[in-house]
């Protein structure tokens, strides 16, 4: 049998349906060692945080990690439903204005 060549197409192909990422059961180590994805995802970039942000960063074509729309540090990554945050902690959050939500800005709001 001929071994696949991964490459980032073939992961869009795995996990990109319909402009979003199908991400459920493919994120296990188990599955991504049994399907060839696991070292090829792990090398891929050398500033991912996670296999999911580099499934992410695939999926959506981003090259270079976002960065910090205040102080220019590395963006965080929040999950491979949500993406990236414009910034990278809640000092910056705070900075922006944008208010950090925390059980007692819910119980405010509601």
Do not use: W
Request: aromatic content about 10%; proline content about 3%; hydrophobic content about 30%.
């Amino acid at each position: 049998m001929k071994k696949q060549v991964i490459t980032d197409d073939v992961i869009r192909q795995v996990y990109l349906k319909h402009s979003r990422i199908d991400y459920e059961r493919k994120l296990k180590t188990s599955y991504l060692v049994k399907h060839g994805y696991y070292d090829y995802l792990k090398n891929r970039f050398d500033d991912s945080s996670s296999i999911a942000e580099t499934i992410y960063r695939i999926c959506y074509k981003i090259k270079k990690h976002p960065v910090c729309g205040v102080c220019g540090k590395p963006a965080r990554f929040i999950n491979i439903k949500k993406g990236f945050d414009t910034v990278c902690s809640n000092e910056c959050k705070r900075e922006t204005g944008i208010p950090e939500i925390t059980l007692d800005y819910i119980k405010l709001s509601v």
